[in-house]
């Protein structure tokens, strides 16, 4: 439900239904590439999709999207 997704990304930067072009992983810092061209850095990336479409999104990451990015800055 949005009040559960409220909770759980309380204090956390998302970015719902948004195009990434790809994701890797240097230094304990994900960076995420969007379609825009536009480069954000995070400490973690939660991918809520199928296993398949987040390994072709993977460059140097090993983790388990279009759909939805919670992307987490600790």
Known sequence: STLV??????????HLKCELVSVS????KST???ATGQQEHFDRVI??????AA???LKVCVCVCV???VCVCV
């Not at 997704?5 to 998302?14: H, I």
């Not at 991918?47 to 398949?52: E, G, I, R």
């Open 5 to 14: 997704f409220a909770r759980l990304t309380e204090g956390v930067t998302t």
């Open 25 to 28: 992983h240097r230094a304990g």
């Open 32 to 34: 995420v590439t969007f």
């Open 47 to 52: 991918f809520a999709c199928s296993s398949d």
């Open 55 to 57: 390994l072709g999104l």
């Open 67 to 69: 759909c939805v990015c």
